[in-house]
């Protein structure tokens, strides 16, 4: 895993502008804090930090191929192939020679191959940036379901890129701006696929190839979730999805680094784990280490418990690595760490945004900072629940039917209009609802549909499609800043696309068999996990229920109403917010923990506008 930059200016020469290329570069030292380099080409420059995980000694980049001592093609990449090498064995046969061992190399040579349509032929979650020098132009490609990000900023003579909005805005032709759409963008969560928040900054799409020429910007879809008729019965589709999961994981378990397993003792982390522990076995290598790691009490609150998510994970997980054979490790930290300034304020850097999960992002950022201390790269069952149907919001009738997103309608996003600090005229000024109504209007335009299928079964693929394009990428996206931002690499088998093909096709009431969430999952993993991990409930990822951290964040608060030169005050409005903050100063501490929603973002976003200097336009 690595962090890729770059700049492409028709008509300059870049090796005169490397101060603003080796800053860009710089920023994304967190996710590639083992080597870093730049390569300039007249109208292109591209910079690279990596994170060696495959061909320690090979595989620096930027990369280039050349032809009779001239640049053909430069890139620079970020992520995993899975099978890379069967793929390098294609192009051996094909006639291409190789320098390393590098996943890296086989992607340059592809890209060499068979040009954009090398995307036909990459498994695994990636980003890169391919400069052709022969036809003078940029392709920038992004994985199918967007593990990977990739972001560009289009300019009068070109474009800038890089794997984090912050690689764009160390540039100096590039702006913190908010525009009105960026605020609606924030305050719905709607995660409207391309959108970046930062006015004039883009998202490449999952799926996308964004071309970068002399005459323009395009972009085209090269996948996209296909609607196909299942024919297969029940136990053919539970051997089908034993064998592709199985597969996903065996191959993201190829690393020349030591890997781990994240494990909770859930269904999803257990089923990663247990089949992590047979690939390595098979392929006679070490046992799989997996680590569950939680907070410990703070103050006299009951913090997080002893568990990640509290409860009785320590030993589900514990349990469940006895059972498969495999090295656990339980990692106990301490709750005050979750008010630290200095964490929150990493993890707002992480993220560029003050979107996010409050103190859930906090945790999670400590999680990795602990497992990176033992290991390069982690397993994780993120997806799961999306492909599977594993959140209440499946199950829920009303949210079903609802027409908005059906997280919003179980959380009542669909009727709030914002922190309660905020203008409460913010809403209709920007149109709020419209503006969700409309980005739903669009998700559900882009359902699939399949010629006669039955009106449930239609309405799931719907939500089912909901979940995976524009719920999913919002927990990626925190997983990925999370986990870079301490140079972790995490893997998500669950998103191998061959799967989530197969997966998204399969009828509701065959996910459903059984009457609970995810039974298909969990009969296609039976032989593998004890039965106390296959009947356990699915547990909610809990907030920290600690009373001194509800009284730092107050202290907080009442700092930023007495600063009248805050940033976050111009979207403020004073008798409103003046009330909100007698709410909280005469809170209960339950009363205070509901209200902390609010607050917290509030003071996020002042953070943000602060810290990134973000201009609201007019």
């Given at each position: 895993?690595?962090?890729?930059?770059?700049?492409?200016?028709?008509?300059?020469?870049?090796?005169?502008?490397?101060?603003?290329?080796?800053?860009?570069?710089?920023?994304?030292?967190?996710?590639?804090?083992?080597?870093?380099?730049?390569?300039?080409?007249?109208?292109?420059?591209?910079?690279?930090?990596?994170?060696?995980?495959?061909?320690?000694?090979?595989?620096?980049?930027?990369?280039?191929?050349?032809?009779?001592?001239?640049?053909?093609?430069?890139?620079?990449?970020?992520?995993?192939?899975?099978?890379?090498?069967?793929?390098?064995?294609?192009?051996?046969?094909?006639?291409?020679?190789?320098?390393?061992?590098?996943?890296?190399?086989?992607?340059?040579?592809?890209?060499?191959?068979?040009?954009?349509?090398?995307?036909?032929?990459?498994?695994?979650?990636?980003?890169?940036?391919?400069?052709?020098?022969?036809?003078?132009?940029?392709?920038?490609?992004?994985?199918?379901?967007?593990?990977?990000?990739?972001y560009y900023y289009p300019t009068p003579d070109g474009v800038l890129f890089g794997s984090e909005p912050k690689a764009i805005?160390?540039?100096?032709?590039?702006?913190?701006?908010?525009?009105?759409?960026?605020?609606?963008?924030?305050?719905?969560?709607?995660?409207?696929?391309?959108?970046?928040?930062?006015?004039?900054?883009?998202?490449?799409?999952?799926?996308?190839?964004?071309?970068?020429?002399?005459?323009?910007?395009?972009?085209?879809?090269?996948?996209?979730?296909?609607?196909?008729?299942?024919?297969?019965?029940?136990?053919?589709?539970?051997?089908?999805?034993?064998?592709?999961?199985?597969?996903?994981?065996?191959?993201?378990?190829?690393?020349?680094?030591?890997?781990?397993?994240?494990?909770?003792?859930?269904?999803?982390?257990?089923?990663?784990?247990?089949?992590?522990?047979?690939?390595?076995?098979?392929?006679?290598?070490?046992?799989?280490?997996?680590?569950?790691?939680?907070?410990?009490?703070?103050?006299?609150?009951?913090?997080?418990?002893?568990?990640?998510?509290?409860?009785?994970?320590?030993?589900?997980?514990?349990?469940?690595?006895?059972?498969?054979?495999?090295?656990?490790?339980?990692?106990?930290?301490?709750?005050?760490?979750?008010?630290?300034?200095?964490?929150?304020?990493?993890?707002?850097?992480?993220?560029?945004?003050?979107?996010?999960?409050?103190?859930?992002?906090?945790?999670?950022?400590?999680?990795?900072?602990?497992?990176?201390?033992?290991?390069?790269?982690?397993?994780?069952?993120?997806?799961?629940?999306?492909?599977?149907?594993?959140?209440?919001?499946?199950?829920?009738?009303?949210?079903?039917?609802?027409?908005?997103?059906?997280?919003?309608?179980?959380?009542?996003?669909?009727?709030?209009?914002?922190?309660?600090?905020?203008?409460?005229?913010?809403?209709?000024?920007?149109?709020?609802?419209?503006?969700?109504?409309?980005?739903?209007?669009?998700?559900?335009?882009?359902?699939?549909?399949?010629?006669?299928?039955?009106?449930?079964?239609?309405?799931?693929?719907?939500?089912?499609?909901?979940?995976?394009?524009?719920?999913?990428?919002?927990?990626?996206?925190?997983?990925?800043?999370?986990?870079?931002?301490?140079g972790l690499e995490v893997r998500v088998p669950f998103l191998d696309h061959a799967l989530v093909e197969y997966v998204f096709?399969?009828p509701w009431s065959m996910k459903t068999f059984d009457g609970r969430e995810k039974s298909l999952l969990r009969a296609a993993?039976?032989?593998?996990?004890?039965?106390?991990?296959?009947?356990?409930?699915?547990?909610?990822?809990?907030?920290?229920?600690?009373?001194?951290?509800?009284?730092?964040?107050?202290?907080?608060?009442?700092?930023?109403?007495?600063?009248?030169?805050?940033?976050?005050?111009?979207?403020?409005?004073?008798?409103?917010?003046?009330?909100?903050?007698?709410?909280?100063?005469?809170?209960?501490?339950?009363?205070?923990?509901?209200?902390?929603?609010?607050?917290?973002?509030?003071?996020?976003?002042?953070?943000?506008?602060?810290?990134?200097?973000?201009?609201?336009?007019?």
């Amino acid at each position: 895993m690595c962090g890729i930059a770059g700049w492409v200016a028709f008509g300059r020469d870049l090796g005169a502008e490397r101060s603003a290329v080796e800053a860009m570069t710089r920023t994304m030292a967190c996710r590639g804090p083992d080597a870093g380099g730049t390569w300039y080409g007249g109208p292109v420059a591209l910079g690279h930090r990596r994170l060696a995980v495959i061909d320690i000694a090979g595989g620096a980049q930027p990369m280039l191929a050349e032809e009779n001592g001239q640049v053909t093609a430069a890139l620079s990449y970020s992520g995993e192939i899975y099978g890379f090498d069967e793929l390098r064995a294609r192009l051996v046969s094909a006639g291409h020679t190789f320098r390393t061992r590098s996943d890296t190399e086989v992607v340059l040579r592809a890209c060499l191959e068979w040009g954009e349509d090398v995307t036909r032929h990459l498994t695994g979650m990636f980003a890169f940036a391919l400069w052709d020098a022969r036809g003078q132009e940029l392709l920038l490609i992004r994985d199918r379901l967007g593990v990977k990000p990739l972001y560009y900023y289009p300019t009068p003579d070109g474009v800038l890129f890089g794997s984090e909005p912050k690689a764009i805005l160390a540039h100096p032709e590039a702006r913190a701006r908010l525009t009105s759409d960026g605020l609606r963008e924030l305050m719905t969560w709607v995660n409207t696929p391309g959108h970046a928040i930062f006015d004039g900054m883009r998202q490449v799409r999952p799926g996308h190839v964004v071309r970068v020429a002399r005459g323009g910007i395009t972009e085209r879809a090269y996948w996209e979730l296909p609607a196909r008729p299942h024919e297969d019965d029940l136990d053919t589709t539970i051997g089908r999805v034993r064998d592709l999961l199985g597969s996903s994981v065996a191959g993201q378990t190829v690393a020349d680094v030591p890997l781990c397993s994240l494990l909770s003792g859930g269904l999803d982390s257990s089923s990663v784990a247990a089949l992590a522990v047979g690939a390595l076995r098979d392929r006679g290598e070490d046992p799989l280490t997996c680590f569950s790691v939680g907070f410990s009490a703070a103050g006299s609150g009951p913090g997080f418990g002893t568990g990640p998510r509290g409860g009785d994970d320590s030993a589900y997980a514990a349990e469940l690595a006895r059972h498969i054979g495999a090295r656990h490790e339980d990692l106990t930290l301490d709750a005050k760490l979750l008010s630290d300034p200095a964490a929150r304020a990493a993890v707002l850097r992480a993220r560029d945004l003050p979107q996010g999960l409050a103190d859930m992002d906090t945790s999670l950022y400590l999680l990795f900072k602990a497992i990176r201390q033992r290991s390069t790269v982690a397993l994780s069952g993120e997806g799961a629940d999306e492909l599977f149907g594993g959140y209440p919001w499946f199950h829920d009738e009303n949210a079903v039917r609802a027409e908005t997103f059906p997280w919003m309608y179980m959380a009542g996003v669909a009727a709030a209009g914002g922190p309660a600090f905020l203008d409460p005229a913010l809403p209709e000024r920007l149109s709020l609802d419209a503006y969700r109504a409309d980005r739903y209007a669009e998700a559900v335009a882009a359902v699939p549909v399949l010629p006669g299928e039955a009106e449930e079964d239609r309405r799931m693929r719907k939500v089912g499609h909901l979940f995976l394009t524009r719920f999913l990428p919002m927990l990626l996206e925190r997983k990925d800043r999370m986990s870079m931002a301490v140079g972790l690499e995490v893997r998500v088998p669950f998103l191998d696309h061959a799967l989530v093909e197969y997966v998204f096709n399969v009828p509701w009431s065959m996910k459903t068999f059984d009457g609970r969430e995810k039974s298909l999952l969990r009969a296609a993993m039976a032989p593998e996990l004890p039965d106390s991990v296959l009947t356990r409930k699915k547990e909610p990822y809990p907030t920290i229920a600690d009373p001194a951290y509800d009284q730092l964040l107050k202290g907080r608060l009442g700092a930023l109403m007495d600063d009248t030169g805050a940033p976050v005050r111009a979207l403020m409005d004073e008798k409103s917010a003046a009330e909100a903050y007698a709410a909280v100063r005469k809170a209960s501490p339950e009363e205070l923990r509901f209200l902390r929603v609010g607050f917290e973002s509030l003071l996020k976003i002042n953070d943000w506008m602060r810290d990134y200097r973000v201009e609201l336009a007019e």
